[in-house]
């Protein structure tokens, strides 16, 4: 994980400094002790009989300066914190290569450094720069670079002021019919957060928390309301817990197979794990015998695991 965060954030910065040097090749700029330079440099047109055009041909190199030093600074910027957090974080791997407890494998060590790639992704994203340097930044990427951020982080690059409009339609879903970036942030929010309600954190009310939050269209029994068939939402209720669960929350809001069966007879269709994109609701299902109370059939299952949101 932690290496192959490391590869792609050095991809990324060798592909924004490249940009770089083909936006100063492109404006007739040069490349000296790492930084551009052009016509103008050390040598400011100032006075009052400096001619208008030479005053703006200063103008536009300036500017074509600045983008150029600034996706410098960038790539510099996207390795530094790459190779300080991976660095880090194997040599704190180093120290737990003979620990044989499972649960400490996955649940601390494992989650820790998917935490670690993700950071390390989300850093190689230009937040708080000027929008004309995003823009220049992401113009910059290879497309499989623009895809593999999209997935990674949604909710970051949705949030960028630089990047073109067509990007931020992608994201959210192209149908308008909901938000899958609020959908993401929802999850990015609450993952390790108590539900509302004592669901005892069950995974398909979370899943039908951020359907909500990605603005998903309540569809309610004109006599029977969120218990109807075919139904999906929630009311606000008494404040009773034991009450608001039954009474005011459809059987597929906290039901995984309620879910699954409402999503796919309202629109929803299964696609390969390879075509699922941020937003996407995904099932498991129990193949094999269970035990306890749990056997009763409550098939298919989401999943929410504590650091996967």
Known sequence: MVLDALAHSMGFAQRTLSHAIELANEHGLGIQDGRAVGAYTGAAPVGPNVPQNVRDAYTKEQGHIATVNGLIDEALREASQADAKASAELDKLATTINVSDTSQAHNEILVEASHIEFEILRADIPVGKDPHLQRAWWDGLTPQQQKDLMRADPVTLADLKGLPPEVGRELRGPDGKIDRVEMVRYA??????????????????????ALEAGGMQKKFDFWLGPRGDNTWGRESGLGIERIDRRVYHSRSWGLAKDLHGFLLHNGGEEVARSEARPGDVIFYEQVGPRSGRAARGDLPRCRRDVGDP
């Open 188 to 209: 990015l929010d609450h993952w390790d957060k108590l539900d509302d309600l004592d669901f005892k954190n069950n995974c398909a009310n979370f899943t039908s928390s």
